[in-house]
Structure formats: C-alpha cells, structure tokens
C-alpha cells in the first residue's frame, strides 16, 4: 500500500570503504524520506555486503585509525549485508512507496555529491530515478561558517543514520538563522 503523504526530499547518507567510487564499495546506507518541512514521512536503512578482503584493503589510513570502532563495526555487520542489487531494488521501492510516480526525486545530505558519485556508480537504476539537482548542506555551512561565523556542532557518528538525522538537524539551524 503506497504511503499517502508523499515525500518532496530523499535524505540520503552512505558509509563506504573510503572516498574513491571505482575502488571502495558502499558499506552502509540510511535514507529519510521528509516534506519539506523536514518531517519525517518514512526511514530506510541497509547494509550492503562487501568482500571483507576489499574492506580490510582499503579500510586502512588515518580516518580509519581515528574511527577504528566504527570500522569494526561495519566490518561486523557486513555478515549480515546484502548484495548491491537487493539493496538498490529496497531503495527503489522504499521510492515508490513515498514519493510521486511522475516527479525525478531530490536527493538530500551533506557532500551529497560525493555519495551521488557511488549511486552512479553501484545503483544505476536508483540514479535514473534522481533529479539532477540536490539539496547539498554542506553549501549551507560553507557560507554560515564563512560570511556568519556561525557553526552548527554536528556529532560525527560516521554511521549513515545517525549522519543524516545530523544533516537534517543542521539544515534546520541554519534556515532559522534565514529572515523571509
């Protein structure tokens, strides 16, 4: 049955195995569905099975050293993961049940782009069904931050649905600092 309130946003945040499409793999994703009041129409999370030879190849450096719990509990996870194909079809779906057939559905987040990257990549379908235009937030702090001097202190979880219940949280601060 098709949910009647239907979603204008796809909030979207993805865990991978590091920053470069052709090389890591999605690991995790989390998506929102909102209005555009930013309420919640519906939730969707995966894990997304990964060779745990690729994981532990590129899941190495700095950031994983600094995050080492969060790694290993993606790397834990990823036994119960499903493959790239059954993730993109439940996400697919997740669409159809919450958005307008006839509308290309905007994607949400912070560094959007750089997660729109992997969907291109691993989701093709999922892609097609996307505007090409995206609610990126991270342009939202470039300019609070930069022109304001006022910063939103998001927790960096690097898990995908804590991350992006925090990219909605931050847009939500700095449209209250926007006089209409």
């Known amino acids: 049955m098709k949910n009647m309130t239907k979603a204008k946003l796809l909030w979207v945040d993805l865990e991978m195995t590091g920053l470069e499409p ?8 989390a998506a929102i569905a909102t209005d555009w009041d930013f309420r919640e129409v519906a939730r969707f999370e995966a894990v997304q099975k990964v060779s745990v030879r ?6 190495v450096g700095d950031f994983w050293e600094k995050y080492s719990s969060v790694r290993e ?8 993961g499903k493959a790239c194909r059954a993730v993109e079809h439940e996400l697919l779906e997740f669409i159809d049940q919450n958005f307008a057939d ?49 910063k939103f202190a998001k927790p960096e979880a690097h898990r995908a649905l804590d991350d992006i219940q925090g990219s909605i949280q931050e847009l939500q601060y700095y449209l209250k600092k926007v006089k209409v």
Not at 73 to 80: D, F, K
Not at 109 to 129: M, T, V, Y
């Open 22 to 29: 052709g090389k890591d793999r999605i690991l995790e994703v």
């Open 54 to 59: 690729l994981m532990k190849q590129r899941m």
């Open 73 to 80: 509990a993606l790397m834990t996870q990823n036994e119960t």
């Open 102 to 150: 006839e509308e290309k559905v905007l994607l949400a987040g912070n560094s959007i782009h750089q997660d729109r990257k992997f969907i291109e990549n691993e989701w093709p379908r999922l892609n097609a069904r996307l505007h090409y235009r995206m609610l990126d937030v991270s342009a939202w702090k470039v300019v609070f931050e930069g022109k304001y001097k006022k």
